[in-house]
């Protein structure tokens, strides 16, 4: 039984590691410049799904003649995710669960304060949330939240008009489907315990 149990520690192995880790910065599109939102399924080879509820377009910085006049780059690049803010939140929904989430942030031209919020959720429950006040214009803010999701929210908050600015969005992917050098693994790993044991069996029956 020695192969088998083998061969089970390899699959719960593969199970439990994370795929690589995903980013996006938006400069991966043309930016469309516009007040719509992000196509849905724009990033959807990532396993993430877009679906906001204000101004969630991209936007080429200033470097590309500052369309919009956001007043700001990107952090990776000259695009951004622009949204102005009026009670914005912004919801991504993935494919299976990720670990771990990170964003930059920045205040923009025509905004006096605001406040960006992060929130990570698990089915229906907000496992861990942050905060923070953003700086200057085109001075971007880092924020990170820890845990196991399949729902991110972002919203933005000020007094009065407030758009911001998003850059630069990382987790890592987990619970999908393992790729195929795991898959051929595990193959490989119950294969040789099958042989094992048939060898073991006829031994056995020998003796």
């Known amino acids: 039984m020695k192969p088998l149990v083998i061969a089970l520690g390899i699959l719960a192995a593969i199970a439990g590691v994370p795929a690589q880790a995903a980013t996006i910065t938006f400069d991966e599109f043309a930016p469309d410049n516009d007040n719509g ?32 006049n956001w007043g700001v780059d990107g952090t990776n690049g000259p695009v951004f995710s622009g949204f102005n803010g009026d009670s914005n939140a ?14 930059d942030a920045s205040r923009t031209n025509g905004s006096s304060d605001g406040t960006i919020t992060l929130e990570g959720y698990l089915g229906a429950t907000l496992v861990a949330s942050n ?36 850059d630069n969005l990382n ?30 069996a006829a031994k056995a029956a020998l003796a």
């Open 37 to 68: 939102a992000i196509p849905a399924a724009r990033y959807a080879a990532l396993g993430v799904t877009f679906v906001g509820t204000d101004d969630g377009s991209t936007w080429g910085g200033n470097a590309n003649g500052n369309p919009g």
């Open 90 to 103: 912004q919801t991504l929904t993935f494919a299976g669960t990720i670990s771990g989430f990170s964003l």
């Open 131 to 166: 905060s923070v006040v953003l700086g200057a214009i085109n001075s971007w803010s880092a924020l990170a939240i820890a845990g196991t999701f399949d729902r991110i929210v972002y919203s933005g908050t000020g007094s009065n008009f407030h758009p911001f600015a998003i």
């Open 171 to 200: 987790w890592d992917a987990r619970g999908g489907v393992p790729e195929p050098a795991s898959w051929a693994l595990m193959i490989s790993g119950f294969g040789l315990a099958g042989v094992a044991m048939r060898r073991r």
